[in-house]
């Protein structure tokens, strides 16, 4: 995968004329991470919630693309079922063949395909979850479809395959064994993995929400895992800000964790009002100081710049908002990152790092809200 980093003209000047900024921070000010923007049909909704029918029309990929492209975004996030509509009921055939026909549609687009994910958790067969169901066939199901998520995947020019493990837990604590599920995961893991030598699959942790307990609530938890299958090295993380502040944890800890183990293979930016339901916000939309702080850590980490990997904004159109409007989240989050980019890149880190070696931190928390404040 191509290299995308952009030296920046002015800011190698700053560095060469200020030698001391150099050890501090030099990804900061010397390279400029272009970041590559990605987004999933899925965040186009048609506005349902558990208390209420949808509020806006269905509009099919077709009519997305070029709305996403318009946006700004450069990558699209899949399900396998958003590729190929009623999947169970198709031949592996005619699967690949409509897989074929979404590349050209994204390639007409200028678009490229960031990843595929199995939806495990909508199928009759999934009621007990997939790979750690309690009944054989079901799991055998589970297996079967992402290994077919794969070759989808592969069709569409991709090697990133995530998992959702939704229903991958218990309603019933008695219903299931924490050690048999993980050694059921594993096995699942193990076979997606030998199905194709060159994927990657990243876990997408969640505490609660379809299930109660989830078997990966956290990226420690998926992280751990990763080392009871055939080949750790494969198997990394997506982080969703909105997870992290449901499992009590901080967003931006949780992504330089991943970026620490080298395994941040993608992320999902979005923001969360405290420990209620899932609620998929616009980035920054509740906490603005932990979405820079979250901006931050990616651009000091040069996030992307040598797996190409993308930012992915994983947030729901408000339910009020009108189909006109219906991409209106994912723009705004956009624009809000990028804000907050100019925001992480003038921050003043060797005045910060003054106040860090005096341990000013009173002074230090007054430099970052100024900062955030300053127009
Ligand atoms: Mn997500």
New binding site residues.
């Given amino acids: 995968m191509s290299c995308i980093i952009e030296w920046d003209e002015t800011l190698s000047l700053t560095k060469r004329r200020d030698p001391s900024s150099l050890a501090f921070s030099f990804t900061q000010t010397c390279m400029k991470i272009k970041f590559r923007f990605s987004i999933g049909p899925w965040n186009i909704s048609e506005g349902r919630d558990p208390y209420g029918p949808e509020t806006r029309p269905v509009r099919d990929l077709a009519w997305k693309l070029p709305l996403f492209k318009k946006g700004g975004f450069d990558a699209v996030m899949f399900h396998d079922d958003d590729v190929v509509p009623e999947i169970d009921s198709k031949s592996a055939a005619r699967v690949l063949e409509e897989a074929a026909q979404v590349r050209r549609q994204l390639e007409d687009e200028g678009l490229f395909a960031e990843m595929v994910a199995p939806r495990l958790w909508f199928s009759e067969r999934t009621i007990d979850g997939g790979f750690t169901s309690n009944r054989a066939q079901d799991r055998e199901y589970a297996i079967e479809r992402s290994l077919r998520t794969i070759d989808i995947a592969n069709t569409l020019g991709t090697k990133l395959i995530v998992l959702?493990l939704a229903r991958e837990g218990t309603y019933l604590r008695e219903s299931k064994s924490c050690v048999r599920s993980m050694e059921l995961l594993a096995q699942a893991v193990n076979k997606m993995l030998d199905h194709d030598p060159e994927i990657r699959i990243a876990i997408?942790p969640k505490p609660n929400e379809p299930v109660d307990v989830a078997y990966l609530p956290t990226l420690g938890h998926a992280l751990a895992f990763a080392h009871l299958t055939r080949d750790p090295a494969r198997v990394g993380a997506v982080v969703?800000s909105a997870h992290c502040v449901l499992a009590g944890l901080d967003p931006a800890d949780e992504l330089e964790f991943a970026l620490a183990q080298k395994k941040l293979w993608s992320v999902?930016l979005n923001d969360q009002n405290g420990l209620k339901f899932d609620q998929d916000k616009p980035f920054g939309s509740v906490s603005l100081r932990s979405a820079f702080n979250q901006v931050r850590v990616l651009d000091q980490h040069a996030y992307g710049a040598k797996d190409g990997a993308c930012i992915a904004f994983?947030a729901h159109s408000f339910r009020t908002s009108s189909i006109n409007h219906a991409l209106d989240h994912a723009t705004n989050s956009r624009k809000t990152f990028l804000r907050l980019l100019e925001k992480v890149r003038s921050f003043d880190e060797a005045g910060a790092a003054a106040l860090i070696a005096d341990r000013d931190y009173q002074a230090l928390d007054q430099m970052v809200l100024n900062h955030l404040l300053a127009s």
């Fill in positions: 959702w997408e969703e999902h994983d």
